[in-house]
């Protein structure tokens, strides 16, 4: 089993007894995305303090920290309503969609807010502001070679680098950053997400190049 059905089959020890709340209180599956996406909105303002605020004292870290927490709180929406959708056959389609665009709001919100974290410091620091733009564009690109791979008729989940691993160590990265009081951590995080989210985007390119052999397909503009 991969590690990810385990840590899936984990992770629905916890949310099952929410979903069957929701349940029960007639919640739609797109409204749980949407508050999903609203706790993202958040953690956003949390990073855009620390960014503001005028010394990297404790209350700069405690404000990256708590963005962290946020985020992999409001990564739980995220598998939250398509459970609460199965659970009451009430998938749809535009529901599929919303869900899609809600995801690649809400990771581009709050890179954008640790991008300013870096930026809103000194120049030392601007290479890591860098750094989390990289993060942002790998994370846009990852999901666009799969949808467009999937437009084409082609399965392409393969990667090391997929939304709940990006959600994962950005949300751990802040959460240490402000335990440890040191923002290094932080920037580790972006780098690794940089560096292997576009590495992810290549290599389902190379796995859709594999698959279509020498067939010829019109390149969209």
């Not at 920037?187 to 985007?201: D, E, F, K, S, W």
């Amino acid at each position: 089993m991969k590690y990810r059905e385990l840590l899936q089959k984990a992770v629905y020890c916890v949310v099952d007894p929410l979903v069957d709340v929701m349940a029960k209180l007639g919640l739609t599956p797109n409204s749980i995305t949407a508050a999903g996406f609203a706790g993202n909105l958040f953690a956003m303002c949390l990073f855009i303090a620390a960014a503001q605020s005028a010394d990297r004292d404790e209350r700069f870290f405690h404000l990256i920290g708590w963005g962290g927490g946020v985020i992999l709180f409001a990564g739980l929406f995220d598998m939250m309503d398509g459970r609460l959708a199965r659970r009451c056959q009430m998938s749809s389609t535009f529901g599929a969609l919303w869900d899609s665009v809600l995801d690649r709001y809400s990771e581009l919100v709050t890179l954008f807010g640790i991008c300013l974290v870096f930026l809103g410091i000194d120049r030392s620091w601007f290479p890591m502001g860098v750094a989390t733009f990289a993060a942002m564009v790998g994370s846009v690109m990852v999901s666009y070679v799969r949808a467009r791979a999937e437009g084409l008729g082609i399965e392409c989940k393969v990667g090391l680098m997929q939304r709940p691993e990006r959600v994962v160590v950005t949300a751990v990265a802040a959460l240490v950053t402000a335990f440890t009081q040191d923002l290094s951590w932080l920037a580790v995080g972006m780098v690794l997400i940089a560096v292997l989210a576009n590495a992810t985007a290549f290599w389902r390119i190379a796995h859709c190049y594999k698959v279509l052999g020498n067939k010829g397909v019109e390149a969209e503009e």
